[in-house]
């Protein structure tokens, strides 16, 4: 995603914003801010969102140790001379004390993982990635000597340089969205905006080479409104320069033609200095008014594929962060059953046989889901998405084995029967762990359908 800082740690939010409003950014100060992004990335981790990250396996393990102190009889070896409902209480305060603590502790060091470049480490690679393509971009397309403030190309410039501080002013952020990946998304979104505001200035030859990257990418997506979408980029391109046309995979309807057909090189150009768009395009024609239209649609076409692609990226997050909730209350739920079991002094052997059933449930439920997952595409990025449903799989299979020994059988007897009984159920939960994995593969699915062979903007004159 992309890293964006404008001020040093010394400069004033005031400083910052008069130079920003002045005109455009100087492209050194561009490589200042990405710099400045590597330098404190390490320094983003968050002590919250490293707790958050194992607020839904702690509750298990305070349970478990919750019953293994009771099975092993440690409050009558170090309490004998307190009551039975005293002593299990002190165990179970004990054993969740323990829990907590472990819990505050390892969060210390792992608080550097919650870090920007250490939460996902890929998405911030591409992120830095592109932001040097931009930088590299943004000097090639900036212009000597400056041009008007009041100009499109001074405004697209600007617009450029403050989505581009934005980007790494989020990434030198201490915050918890990195954990939850809403932050990743967000920076992407910037990217985007960048992407689109270069069309109104760069090339031609760019305009052109985009347009037919987004037409690959819509031709097999599942946008609905696809077809119009084709339509009016592949006019677009046809008005820009009809020669490059034939490089598209279908030619629009000859009576859809939006402006002239004469390529923009055989424009004469202007004998002032372009202070409407950019460099290449003359301001006085009629011409050069349908070139600007059809960069126009460029950019919208260019749009609604980002906001589909954005969109899909939000839900497939939002579905992993409510999983990530979900997990954490049930097993907030069963800690509370466990402890409540230990203070009615339910007796050790019946906390022994719910136990051993628990573990076969939950591991049927984790081998049925590490076979679902060795099915699964794994060329979308889900952000650990698969490792949050691999938690969850053994949690509500064990559950689903206690109470579905319960209902039948009414009470919990260690018996052949009542084994298979437990593996049987904890398959149960599969139904509900398909229907989230169905929703997340038709999320990925509508990714790769708007996916195309890479294009980065590099730095070369000709574009």
Same mark, same amino acid.
């Given at each position: 995603?992309?890293?964006?800082?404008?001020?040093?740690?010394?400069?004033?939010?005031?400083?910052?914003?008069?130079?920003?409003?002045?005109?455009?950014?100087?492209?050194?100060?561009?490589?200042?801010?990405?710099?400045?992004?590597?330098?404190?990335?390490?320094?983003?981790?968050?002590?919250?969102?490293?707790?958050?990250?194992?607020?839904?396996?702690?509750?298990?393990?305070?349970?478990?140790?919750?019953?293994?102190?009771?099975?092993?009889?440690?409050?009558?070896?170090?309490?004998?001379?307190?009551?039975?409902?005293?002593?299990?209480?002190?165990?179970?305060?004990?054993?969740? !004390?323990?829990?907590?603590?472990?819990?505050?502790?390892?969060?210390?060091?792992?608080?550097?993982? &919650?870090?920007?470049?250490?939460?996902?480490?890929?998405?911030?690679?591409?992120?830095?990635?592109?932001?040097?393509?931009?930088?590299?971009?943004?000097?090639?397309?900036?212009?000597?000597?400056?041009?008007?403030?009041?100009?499109?190309?001074?405004?697209?410039?600007?617009?450029?340089?403050?989505?581009?501080?934005?980007?790494?002013?989020?990434?030198?952020?201490?915050?918890?969205?990195?954990?939850?990946?809403?932050?990743?998304?967000?920076?992407?979104?910037?990217?985007?905006?960048?992407?689109?505001?270069?069309?109104? !200035?760069?090339?031609?030859?760019?305009?052109?080479?985009?347009?037919?990257?987004?037409?690959?990418?819509?031709?097999?997506?599942?946008?609905?409104?696809?077809?119009?979408?084709?339509?009016?980029?592949?006019?677009?391109?046809?008005?820009?320069?009809?020669?490059?046309? !034939?490089?598209?995979?279908?030619?629009?309807?000859?009576?859809?033609?939006?402006?002239?057909?004469?390529?923009?090189?055989?424009?004469?150009?202007? &004998?002032?200095?372009?202070?409407?768009?950019?460099?290449?395009?003359?301001?006085?024609?009629?011409?050069?008014?349908?070139?600007?239209?059809?960069?126009?649609?460029?950019?919208?076409?260019?749009?609604?594929?980002?906001?589909?692609?954005?969109?899909?990226?939000?839900?497939?997050?939002?579905?992993?962060?409510?999983?990530?909730?979900?997990?954490?209350?049930?097993?907030?739920?069963?800690?509370?059953?466990?402890?409540?079991?230990?203070?009615?002094?339910?007796?050790?052997?019946?906390?022994?046989?719910?136990? !051993?059933?628990?573990?076969?449930?939950?591991?049927?439920?984790?081998?049925?889901?590490?076979?679902?997952?060795?099915?699964?595409?794994?060329?979308?990025?889900?952000?650990?998405?698969?490792?949050?449903?691999?938690?969850?799989?053994?949690?509500?299979?064990?559950?689903?084995?206690?109470?579905?020994?319960?209902?039948?059988?009414?009470?919990?007897?260690?018996?052949?029967?009542?084994?298979?009984?437990?593996?049987?159920?904890?398959?149960?939960?599969?139904?509900?762990?398909?229907?989230?994995?169905?929703?997340?593969?038709?999320?990925?699915?509508?990714?790769?359908?708007?996916?195309?062979?890479?294009?980065?903007?590099?730095?070369?004159?000709?574009?």
């Amino acid at each position: 995603m992309s890293q964006q800082g404008v001020t040093t740690p010394h400069q004033g939010t005031d400083t910052t914003l008069a130079i920003i409003g002045s005109g455009p950014q100087k492209p050194e100060d561009l490589e200042k801010y990405l710099d400045d992004v590597r330098k404190k990335a390490k320094t983003t981790g968050h002590y919250i969102a490293a707790l958050l990250t194992f607020v839904n396996i702690f509750p298990i393990f305070a349970a478990q140790l919750s019953i293994a102190l009771y099975y092993i009889a440690l409050p009558q070896l170090l309490w004998p001379h307190l009551s039975i409902t005293l002593s299990d209480i002190l165990c179970v305060v004990s054993g969740t !004390i323990s829990v907590v603590i472990c819990w505050l502790l390892i969060a210390i060091p792992y608080r550097r993982v &919650t870090a920007v470049d250490r939460a996902n480490s890929s998405s911030y690679e591409q992120l830095l990635n592109r932001l040097h393509q931009i930088t590299a971009w943004y000097a090639i397309l900036s212009p000597q000597p400056p041009p008007n403030n009041d100009s499109l190309y001074a405004i697209k410039l600007r617009e450029i340089a403050r989505c581009f501080r934005a980007i790494c002013e989020s990434l030198k952020t201490k915050t918890l969205s990195w954990m939850l990946a809403s932050g990743y998304v967000n920076a992407w979104k910037q990217i985007h905006r960048i992407d689109e505001a270069f069309i109104s !200035i760069e090339p031609i030859e760019a305009v052109i080479y985009d347009a037919l990257h987004d037409e690959m990418s819509l031709q097999d997506s599942t946008i609905k409104n696809k077809e119009a979408l084709l339509n009016r980029l592949r006019r677009a391109v046809r008005t820009l320069d009809a020669r490059a046309a !034939i490089y598209l995979n279908q030619q629009p309807p000859q009576n859809s033609v939006i402006t002239s057909a004469q390529p923009l090189s055989e424009v004469p150009p202007s &004998t002032e200095h372009d202070t409407t768009l950019g460099q290449g395009i003359c301001t006085s024609s009629h011409a050069s008014d349908e070139k600007i239209q059809a960069r126009t649609i460029i950019h919208e076409v260019r749009l609604t594929l980002h906001q589909f692609r954005d969109d899909r990226w939000e839900k497939l997050i939002r579905v992993r962060n409510q999983l990530i909730k979900l997990t954490a209350v049930t097993g907030l739920v069963l800690f509370g059953l466990v402890e409540f079991a230990i203070i009615i002094n339910v007796g050790t052997e019946m906390l022994k046989t719910a136990m !051993i059933l628990f573990y076969i449930g939950g591991l049927v439920g984790l081998f049925s889901r590490l076979y679902d997952q060795s099915k699964t595409d794994t060329s979308i990025d889900d952000f650990r998405l698969s490792t949050v449903r691999l938690i969850a799989a053994p949690l509500y299979s064990g559950l689903a084995a206690l109470g579905g020994v319960l209902v039948v059988q009414r009470e919990f007897v260690l018996t052949a029967p009542t084994l298979l009984m437990a593996a049987a159920f904890g398959l149960t939960p599969s139904l509900f762990t398909n229907a989230i994995q169905k929703e997340a593969d038709q999320y990925k699915a509508d990714l790769k359908s708007t996916s195309a062979p890479g294009r980065e903007k590099v730095e070369s004159s000709s574009r």
